[in-house]
């Protein structure tokens, strides 16, 4: 029985001390822990190629789907009249609406890492981790963290459920309309940050 039971502790702690020191895919080029704003831009660029390899590949940018319904998809998104914006600009509601926004993400880009190139998960693995660490980063900032509540589960397993079940797009259109829609988040949060971090 102790014998069983020092085997299992040693394979939980080896678990441990492996994902501890994984490393983040943007450590060779930003170091262990970049700061909010290079980072933000990383994820722009590396993103901004993803997306012209799309193009490239299936043909899906030179297409106005605008008039498609997506609100009921809860893709997240930074309105011009919202904290973040120099007219109404207020640091800690901006901090908060960020990384709200971006831990939202999760189940998107999770599910761009599934399925958009599955052959090649080099490509898309880096999404959800480094958009993570810098939800986390910003969060980090606020004066009382701890507000921040996590998303519910029941909200990230009803999200999953209607992208999967989802059938008014083609799934090319899906992952298309979630790249973009993030890539216009990022670009209005790496301005945030910017006024953020001068503020």
Known sequence: MNVLLYTATAAMLFIMAEAQTASMPFEKELGATPEALP?????????????????NLRGTCDTDWSHLP????????????????????????????????LFSFRIFLEYL??????????????????TEFLANSLKSQLKNPDCMQPIPDAIDDDLVHKIAMYTGWTPAILRHTILRRYLKFMDTAASAIQSIKTS
């Open 39 to 55: 980072l933000a831009i990383w994820l722009i660029k590396k993103t901004t190629k993803l997306y012209k390899t799309l193009c």
């Open 70 to 101: 997506q609100e009921h998809l809860l893709i997240p998104e930074i309105h011009s009249e919202s904290k973040c914006y120099p007219s109404t600009f207020e640091k800690e509601g901006c901090l908060e609406l960020l990384a709200e926004g």
């Open 113 to 130: 890492q599934e399925t958009l190139f599955p052959k090649k998960p080099e490509l898309t693995q880096y999404l959800w981790p480094a």
